[in-house]
């Protein structure tokens, strides 16, 4: 364990590589009914690409990391449903909405048959001019789309799927100076006053899905937090100056994956070569400063990676338990009416 | 499902059609509550402990009665780190005491050990749904069973689609690890580190909230129902926990049985009142929440507050 999280040493004798923990996908049963039931009464053989949400949320424990969640409300309702979806049911302060799109196939060669790295670059495309538009700092869950391929086959219950979470590829590496938790980096004022303004911005129903932000610290300690797109206005000096995110790993010697494009952002638009970023925790749904992180990066990308016209390549396949594998699962035991009217019996 | 248990939900749907929901408050009386106390017993516990959020599930089985926006409360990806029966061994060899008040065998306080001499008595008295015909075998499955077992053979081996290497990514940014687990007690094996998603309904026909378990192995894969009866206290993992269909959500789901709920909450209320504690209805779900615990005593789902219970006792 403590083997994989040690940051490895590549290149330059003193450079530690930044390393993220990739995003983990997590399917509710409910997200594979209700496409089941779209594919039948809606979709039909059309394999038209489908736009739909997943939500996440900050790490709320020591020992778990969360994850990229599907469930029912991901995909568009049902047309029977329309008239029953209130907007209330969108995201929370536990459903953090991030757009993603779904492309299902009819069978599954063509499940197989999907060129992969088109679609990955097709998504961080997105990502890249949404950067360079401005768009991903007025809504900056834009900045950790993803993109889920699926086969449902209704005939045998299962569904074939694979989740990419595309990220943007510094070129070289952001190098890592240190990286320690927010409440050692912090004076115990400043922490006070960190927790105070994250559990706000937490709590008010027009930040609480906010999952990228700003956080200045003034000489008196006292923080706050602003959107993305305040930048210019909150350099003052003397300031501290952190970039926060939502991030839903718990690991202590690393920071999750929504963190790449956001440095990505930063160097694109603001070319910053030393950053100070922020990954937000929470212990039991409130600012947890002791597991949150704050580290030290340094940015030092090519000449021609900040042109707009040449996007950076991208990355973020889901692996299948260390595996370049779709996930699979059998849901007939729930689904499959002969087998309901069997154990019904 | 048993055909007596098919009559009996026949029976409840055709109660709960008939019977207007509970307006009059029967919470110190009856340890039940009316729709209105859920509702504002589940926004104390959101308020509290917001890792706790209301929803409003799938719009076809929306129930009329309770706001849309409110059907049924969750808290999803909370941590199971060990099985329920390794506990309860470990408790068991440490010669532990059981049940706090064992003069009528309720169990309601009992702690996660199960009493070694009243055996008998005490399966008695735990409602049994019969409906769960599971082997007393108790050790940990694979996971790969319940997608590659008999039933499942058609699926094929993903291996054969292996992309090639140039797929995905030789990145240096990317932290290589099989998959990102959390410490386990003792790190022999992997498949414990199970999380559940746990919500908590209205039962219109017990006028009590009622429990749900969803479970996911390691790798965030839907766990096989029974395998999620290893993270239940054994004493309830045949009897009081059930499998049905989940009120709000698809498929069938894991259930504490609310048939004892009223009876048990009234037993807490009552040593609560007298200790001269006065119970106030918007805490009823963290005293329901505390005793679910007896039953899933390894799934660390957040019910902590700070107020006054009258004794450290409980």
Redesign the interface.
Known sequence: MSKLQQPTMTGNENATVLQFAPFQSAVDEGFWHRLSSLKLNKFGIDESPIPITGFYAPCSHSQVSNHLTLLAESLPPEPSEQSLVTMSSRGNRNKCSIPGILYNTNTLEGFHALDKQSLLKAEAEKVWEDIHSGKAEEDSAVLSRFLLISFADLKKWSFHYWFAFPALVLDPPATLVYLRPASQWLSLEEAESLSAACNEWRSSSATTDVPFFLVSIAPNSHATIKHLKDWESCQHDGHKFLFGFYDPCHLPNNPGWPLRNLLALICSRWTLEKVYFFCYRENRGFAGLSLSLIGEALISVSQGWKDHQHMPNAVGWEFNRGKKVPRCISLAKSMDPTRLAISAA | ?VLSQ?LHEAFKGTVERMTNPRTVSAFKEKGVLSISEFILAGDNLVSK???W?W??G???K?KSYLP??KQFLI?????C?RRAASVEEEYEAAGGEVLLDNDDNDGWLATHGKPKGNKCDEEENLPSMETLEISKNNTIQSISS??GGE??E???D??E???P?N???T??????????V??EPD?DNILR?R?Y?VSITYDKYYQTPRVWL?G?DE????LQ?ELVLEDVSQDHARKTVTIEDHPH????HASVHPCRHGAVMKKIIDVLMSRGVEPEVDKYLFLFLKFVASVIPTI?Y?Y?MDFDLGSSSI
């Open positions: 499902m098919k402990c917001p890792t959020s929803e409003s799938e719009p076809s929306r849309s926006e808290t999803r990806n909370v941590p780190l319940y997608f039933e499942e058609d699926i094929p993903m291996a689609y292996e992309e290497d797929l995905i990514e990145d240096p940014a990317t932290l290589q690890s099989t998959y990102l959390a410490h790190d580190t999380t998603d969803t996911y790798s965030r894969m839907l129902r959500l698809p498929g069938k660390e957040d902590t």
